[in-house]
T-cell receptor, first 109, second 117 residues
Framework: EDQVTQSPEALRLQEGESSSLNCSYT??????LFWYRQDPGKGPEFLFT???AGEEKEKERLKATLTKKESFLHITAPKPEDSATYLC??????????FGDGTTLTVKP | ETGVTQTPRHLVMGMTNKKSLKCEQH?????MYWYKQSAKKPLELMFV???????ENNSVPSRFSPECPNSSHLFLHLHTLQPEDSALYLC????????????????FGEGSRLTVL
């Protein structure tokens, strides 16, 4: 059975304090790993797709990396507007997507 | 209108009511999805339509009935729901490329917050 585990469940940072979110996965035949951002009361917003180990993607203060077992979402010098829940999802060769529980990030000014 | 639009944004219904959720996508995608999001639980896939044909039904109770009249519109018909069905219902779309299976990148609407009394 495909499994996605995100940690920590919640993360509180001071503005400017860099950190990383983790997404560990166990799947049979990874087609892609996706990161989404979800603000309260809204639907998830697509951030990144990673397809193979060693791949990295960047967008503003966010950088996503992928290994054969996990992905990290690095947040550099976060700002309060980066506060949100970050969701990780894996998509398999069988065409199935499995989401993690998410990490809720709070950045205090 | 751009992206994926869901209506209504909020819905309160009794257990004996019949209501429908509507989703419309303006992205030219050919696959549409219903997901359920409950507190403290990961997103649960309910239904998938690819090229207007239902390709996946994840053991969803029959009190939820999807309808996809064309590639741009998706409905979720609700009847005799239970209080535990209260949740955020999210519609998403994607572009199928290989063998009728989506490639994974999903575009979500803002959701319909359902409360069953």
């Amino acid at each position: 059975e495909d499994q996605v585990t995100q940690s920590p469940e919640a993360l509180r940072l001071q503005e400017g304090e860099s950190s990383s979110l983790n997404c560990s996965y166990t799947v049979s035949g990874l087609r892609g790993l996706f990161w989404y951002r979800q603000d309260p009361g809204k639907g998830p917003e697509f951030l990144f797709t990673l397809y193979s180990a060693g791949e990295e993607k960047e967008k503003e203060r966010l950088k996503a990396t992928l290994t054969k077992k996990e992905s990290f979402l690095h947040i550099t010098a976060p700002k309060p507007e980066d506060s949100a829940t970050y969701l990780c999802a894996v998509h398999t060769n069988a065409g199935k997507s499995t989401f993690g529980d998410g990490t809720t990030l709070t950045v205090k000014p | 209108e751009t992206g994926v639009t869901q209506t209504p944004r909020h819905l309160v219904m009794g257990m004996t009511n019949k209501k429908s959720l509507k989703c419309e996508q303006h992205l030219g995608h050919n696959a549409m999805y219903w997901y359920k999001q409950s507190a403290k639980k990961p997103l649960e896939l309910m239904f998938v339509y690819s090229l207007e044909e239902r390709v996946e039904n994840n053991s969803v109770p029959s009190r939820f009935s999807p309808e996809c009249p064309n590639s741009s519109h998706l409905f979720l018909h609700l009847h005799t729901l239970q209080p535990e069905d209260s949740a955020l219902y999210l519609c998403a779309s994607s572009q199928d490329r290989v063998g009728g299976r989506a490639t994974g990148e999903l575009f979500f609407g803002e959701g319909s917050r359902l409360t069953v009394l």
